[in-house]
């Protein structure tokens, strides 16, 4: 997505280890943040979410930061398991209605 | 309960012809979407409606034709199929502005 840059697009993690993934966006009046983890053959599936009055929000082994003011939020992913291999998506809403884009994508692969 | 419901799921079909694929979504939602992906995992968005109304077009061809019957149903049609159209098709829904998208299955559109 071009109005949505995320990186890496690839990310290897041993299981147990951690694992980031971080995405850009350029609209300032972008407030909310979610993220996706598409499965192989599967639907994206919202897995966490963040809104910009807050700067980090967490569920079990995953966390999501947001820093407005370098308009960059990440995806945090502790104690990695191989269920966790997947694409993951961050998107970010532009415009003054619910146009999101998304980022190009990180295949994550966690080794046993 | 399915939310977001698409068919079909799997469709092969040959150049030049005119397929649709349907969508509705049983969550009360006023917006809906339909999302491509490509071979690489983009997502992109094509189309959005907000109670009926086209609200986005994202520069697709006009060979590609979406229709809102009512705000629980968007469809899409696409005539002169061609090689380049071959990819996933998610619909998607949300309820108003900056909100989480819930989408679909897909449908996996094969033009050989």
């Known amino acids: 997505g071009e109005n949505v840059e995320q990186h890496p697009s690839t990310l290897s993690v041993q299981e147990g280890d951690s694992a980031v993934i971080k995405c850009t966006y350029s609209d300032s009046a972008s407030n909310y943040f979610p993220w996706y983890k598409q499965e192989l053959g599967k639907r994206p599936q919202l897995i966490i979410d963040i809104r910009s009055n807050v700067g980090e929000k967490k569920d079990q082994r995953i966390a999501v930061t947001l820093n407005k003011t370098a308009k960059h939020f990440s995806l945090h992913i502790t104690e990695t398991q191989p269920e966790d291999s997947a694409v993951y998506f961050c998107a970010a809403p532009r415009g003054d209605f619910n146009k999101f884009y998304f980022g190009s994508g990180t295949k994550l692969n966690v080794k046993p | 309960d399915t939310a977001v419901s698409q068919t079909p799921k799997y469709l092969v079909t040959q150049m030049g012809n005119d397929k649709s694929i349907k969508c509705e979504q049983n969550?009360?939602?006023?917006?809906m979407y339909w999302y491509k992906q490509d071979s690489k995992k983009f997502l992109k968005i094509m189309f959005s409606?907000?109670?009926?109304?086209?609200?986005i077009n994202e520069t697709v061809p006009n060979r590609f034709s979406p229709k809102s019957p009512d705000k629980a149903h968007l469809n899409l049609h696409i005539n002169s199929l061609e090689l380049g159209d071959s990819a996933v098709y998610f619909c998607a829904s949300s309820h108003g502005r900056g909100n989480t998208i819930y989408f679909g299955e897909g449908s996996w559109l094969t033009v050989v």
């Open positions: 969550l009360g939602h006023d917006t």
């Open positions: 409606y907000n109670n009926k109304e086209l609200i």
